[in-house]
């Protein structure tokens, strides 16, 4: 199961890249390819378990 607040983007808050970049709803902003790994459910991770973005929001 993949996060629900994540989406992949070319552009938000003025930014924007060529290719998409994982994008994160409720940090409002880009994250990280090792945290889109954590809201993609891979390597044995689970974003409920794992994320603390997540269990905050």
């Given at each position: 199961m993949?996060?629900?607040?994540l989406e992949y983007r070319?552009?938000?808050d003025g930014r924007s890249?060529?290719?998409?970049r994982a994008y994160c709803g409720l940090a409002e902003q880009f994250v990280e390819p090792m945290r889109a790994d954590i809201c993609?459910?891979?390597?044995?991770?689970?974003?409920a378990?794992?994320?603390?973005?997540y269990r905050k929001g």
């Open positions: 993949v996060c629900p607040h070319r552009e938000a890249f060529d290719a998409e993609n459910d891979r390597y044995e991770l689970h974003h378990d794992h994320c603390e973005i």
